[in-house]
């Protein structure tokens, strides 16, 4: 196992004092607390500097530990002294989130988990199993109706020694329709294993919706970006229109703008009294290459129209 | 195949799944991080989301050591900015369908 440097970890001097080590703690904790960061290595990172905190700030643990870091601190791979026992029965660690979360290391050096340690205490004991938190990704289709979502998450689970582990879970779970990107989802007893008695955990599903490739989500109506040729917008056509559902045929007006929106009723996403819309966003293209031939045509075309695409410039 | 239940939650339900005394929701209902329906406990509707707000009210609190007023202000704080953070992301993405390269 490694070595973990504590002072390194909160970015301290081994001689800083109490007051030093907490400001150090409190500024990284607030960094790093999952709940605040957007940062994928955010928990793993918490709960670094938690355990060194739980070490740092225990005047009998730092003891313990700075022995050990005069032994071992130049070795990547960390070995406890032969013989060495932890010479305090530690109390249970302040962090209630992450408890019984330590590294192996800290295991080694402090013994049990660093957390509420029972296994031997020869109580009956019972606890709550942890809930879990988690994002589940779905596309915009799943929405639609009640949908079966496959979903792999990780758990901490309790051998028998007593130690915590992490394992992989996988459940299908029934996704109910007219979800939307943001909502949690509970799932009853679908969280960790409890201690003795203790019931199981819940799982708590976030719902994020993936980016479509063809639609944006505005609340429960959704938006299509609709190219269009300059003569199609200029005379008006009808165009053929994916929706989440199939195509549809939509008129467009002769004059049309790109911006311009066309509502079409009811192809949105579902919401508790029917359906969303659906918005067509008008966007005229010009074609990547133009031949000869095209080119006299819009230079007849220029000259006729007499168009000024930047009238208003001239009035400002 | 595990199927989401119940979508409300009374205080007593609220106190039994996030494992919290009462003393300390009522903190949190007071200082207006969730918003339950009813005017007193005993008539307190909670949802989901609410559930995962207390819970996340209470990590804060333990863990980074704020008190409950400035928990609420970075709860607030917190969910302002993850909706600026998804409006962005939408926006962008609507924008990327208008600009070319």
Request: charged residues 30%; contains cysteine; negative net charge.
């Amino acid at each position: 196992m490694n070595f973990k440097d504590y002072y390194k970890i909160l970015g301290v001097e081994p001689d800083a004092d109490k007051k030093q080590i907490k400001t150090a703690y409190r500024k990284l904790a607030r960094k790093y607390h999952p709940d605040v960061s957007k940062q994928d290595d955010a928990e793993a990172k918490f709960k670094e500097v938690s355990e060194a905190y739980e070490v740092l700030k225990d005047d009998g643990k730092r003891a313990e530990y700075d022995d050990i870091r005069q032994y071992g601190a130049h070795d990547q791979q960390f070995q406890p002294p032969p013989g060495w026992q932890s010479g305090r029965q530690h109390g249970a660690a302040g962090n209630a989130q992450y408890e019984g979360d330590f590294s192996d290391f800290f295991s080694s050096v402090f013994g049990g988990q660093g957390g509420r340690r029972n296994t031997q205490s020869g109580f009956a004991f019972n606890e709550r199993g942890r809930d879990i938190e988690t994002d589940l990704s779905i596309v915009l289709e799943d929405t639609l109706a009640d949908a079966s979502k496959t979903i792999t998450f990780r758990l901490p689970s309790r051998g028998d020694d007593g130690r915590v582990t992490e394992v992989t879970k996988t459940l299908n779970v029934k996704i109910p329709s007219g979800v939307s990107d943001g909502e949690r989802i509970r799932l009853k007893g679908q969280g960790a294993e409890g201690v003795g008695k203790g019931a199981k955990g819940d799982l708590y599903l976030r719902i994020r919706l993936l980016p479509h490739p063809l639609f944006d989500v505005e609340e429960r109506n959704l938006i299509i970006t609709v190219p269009l040729a300059p003569w199609e917008a200029a005379l008006g056509a009808k165009v053929e229109v994916p929706t989440l559902t199939g195509k549809i045929n939509l008129t467009i007006p002769g004059d049309s703008q790109t911006g311009q929106r066309m509502r079409i009723k009811g192809k949105g996403l579902t919401k508790k009294d029917g359906f969303g819309d659906l918005y067509a966003v008008l966007k005229v293209v010009m074609p990547e290459t133009t031949d000869d031939e095209i080119k006299q045509h819009w230079e007849q075309l220029a000259e006729k129209a007499g168009f000024d695409p930047r009238a208003q410039w001239s009035n400002s | 195949m595990a199927k989401p239940e119940v979508h409300y939650f009374s205080f007593e339900d609220l106190c039994d799944v996030t494992e919290l005394t009462s003393h300390v929701v009522i903190e949190v209902v007071e200082h207006g991080i969730v918003e339950p329906l009813g005017n007193d406990p005993t008539s307190w509707v909670f949802d989901v989301e609410m559930i995962t707000v207390t819970k996340k009210a209470v990590r804060l609190h333990q863990d980074l050591g704020i008190d409950w007023t400035g928990i609420a202000l970075a709860i607030n704080l917190l969910d302002e900015v993850e909706s600026l953070r998804v409006e962005n992301e939408k926006l962008k993405r609507r924008l990327e369908r208008f600009v070319s390269e």
